[in-house]
């Protein structure tokens, strides 16, 4: 009935704006403009109108405690995740259809040739598909695990933003992911043979985290009390990024950059990459924190619990690393001498040796302070944020800020606030070719994640203030 209602007000207004504006343009522009604005509704219903409805649908559950309800019944996580993606979208689903046959008669109208197949509303609808099931994979995930309080509508607009200014072109990875935004320049002859590789790896991709995050909204289904990453999603979620993130850089950064040599990236582009893998390879880290943590309140309560040790958290730091530099240095290993690192011609390759060096201690420091901190709180999210802002994100700019202000100096100086804290810092100093006692800020992450293993060690022994009450009462 919906989708009836929709296609004859289509038909209605059409004729009508036709009827009052034919004597002014042509019929082939006008049909060219409701192709444009029917792509620009179906977008609108798949990337905010369906992630909302996704997230209405499970704050209701929760609200209603209609989901205590689903966890009894012999429903398992995963139908649950399938039902909250097909059932707030039906009306989603009902709408897309009659758009694609909006689209496809308007082809009709226009004429197939080069320029219009009439195949193309099809690819083209396969392609917002991709990226739709992605965010909204994402929405019941996040819906999930805040209790239907949050919503990706955000993440959306700032993609969005971010793609028509040209800003994700730091970080191909991120802008391979979302090249569907692009699809419109499948019509341009010129654009097609090159776009279409680029869509088929970007479909691929998308499926790829879809994926993972449905299998992350299914655990999380199935018990509120348990992280949605276990260390095997945790771990293939880097593993995937980190191709894609390669992939990009190897193939796609000059190309998005509208550089002739498609195998050439930027140091700022190395750099953003890096950042951004180590921001997702915290996940596995603070889950290996967690699960350790998490075991040692339990035998604190019951020290008679025979469910076995999880692996120390140690290993996920090291895994992580591996996994990263591993992939990287697979794909770059044939293009990395083509990088033009820096601004002077004494930056040696050898120097690549130490990102994965500073990578590992950052993400020990990280592990480290986790396991302190989930021994004294229940949640260590803040306790994360803090230390990425603190330790990653202000020295870099508190660098820029001091050296702003005081005298001019000789290119490549900076404080050393800039190498001794954030690894960030030492990924621009290496990437970007300054001469700076690496060895300094090595020392200084190194004490950092001494520090942070050292407060591990001691709260392998402490228990939560909750499970001490909880053992005196027993």
Not at 93 to 99: G, I, K, Q, R
Not at 158 to 184: C, D, F, H, K, W
Not at 430 to 450: D, H, K, R, S, T
Request: with cysteine; glycine share 8%; aromatic share 10%.
């Amino acid at each position: 009935m919906l989708g009836g209602l929709y296609a004859g007000s289509f038909l209605v207004i059409s004729i009508l704006f036709y009827r009052a504006v034919r004597s002014e343009i042509t019929l082939t522009a006008f049909v060219t403009g409701c192709f444009t604005f029917t792509v620009i509704v179906q977008a609108f219903l798949f990337y905010f109108f369906g992630t909302s409805a996704i997230k209405k649908a499970v704050q209701r559950d929760f609200t209603t405690d209609m989901i205590s309800s689903h966890r009894m019944s012999a429903m398992s996580g995963y139908i649950a995740a399938i039902g909250y993606l097909t059932g707030p979208t039906a009306q989603v689903m009902a709408l897309t259809a009659v758009n694609w046959l909006v689209c496809n008669t308007l082809v009709l109208i226009l004429g197939v040739g080069p320029s219009n197949l009439l195949i193309g509303p099809t690819i083209l609808f396969m392609v917002m598909s991709c990226m739709a099931l992605l965010f909204w994979s994402m929405a019941v995930l996040v819906a999930l695990a805040t209790r239907g309080g949050t919503t990706v509508i955000g993440v959306v607009v700032l993609i969005a933003v971010l793609s028509n200014s040209g800003g994700l072109q730091i970080l191909p990875g991120l802008r391979l992911l979302i090249a569907g935004t692009e699809v419109i320049r499948l019509g341009q002859a010129n654009y097609a043979a090159d776009l279409a590789n680029t869509l088929v790896v970007s479909m691929i991709a998308q499926l790829t985290f879809s994926l993972l995050f449905f299998l992350a909204a299914a655990r999380k289904f199935a018990r509120d009390d348990v992280p949605a990453f276990n260390p095997l999603l945790a771990h293939s979620l880097v593993a995937a990024s980190a191709v894609l993130c390669a992939l990009a850089l190897r193939f796609w950064s000059g190309a998005f950059l509208s550089n002739p040599d498609p195998m050439m990236c930027t140091p700022v582009q190395l750099v953003a990459t890096l950042s951004a893998l180590a921001l997702v390879a915290c996940l596995p880290v603070a889950n290996g924190a967690w699960n350790e943590a998490a075991w040692t309140r339990r035998r604190a309560k019951d020290p008679q619990d025979l469910r076995p040790r999880p692996r120390s958290f140690l290993e996920s730091p090291i895994l992580v690393t591996l996994i990263v530099f591993g992939i990287l240095t697979a794909v770059l290993s044939k293009g990395i001498g083509e990088i033009q690192f820096g601004f002077s011609d004494q930056t040696s390759l050898s120097r690549l040796a130490w990102l994965p060096v500073t990578f590992f201690l950052a993400m020990l420091s990280l592990g480290g302070l986790l396991r302190y901190a989930y021994s004294v709180v229940a949640k260590g999210l803040l306790i994360a944020v803090l230390y990425l802002v603190f330790c990653w994100a202000i020295p870099p700019f508190a660098d820029l800020a001091i050296d702003s202000m005081r005298a001019p100096v000789a290119a490549g100086q900076a404080s050393q606030i800039f190498f001794n804290i954030s690894p960030v810092g030492t990924w621009i100093t290496i990437c970007g070719g300054y001469e700076a006692p690496l060895g300094v800020g090595l020392a200084a992450q190194f004490v950092i994640a001494a520090g942070a293993l050292y407060l591990a060690g001691r709260s392998r022994d402490r228990v939560l203030p909750a499970d001490r009450s909880a053992n005196s009462q027993a």
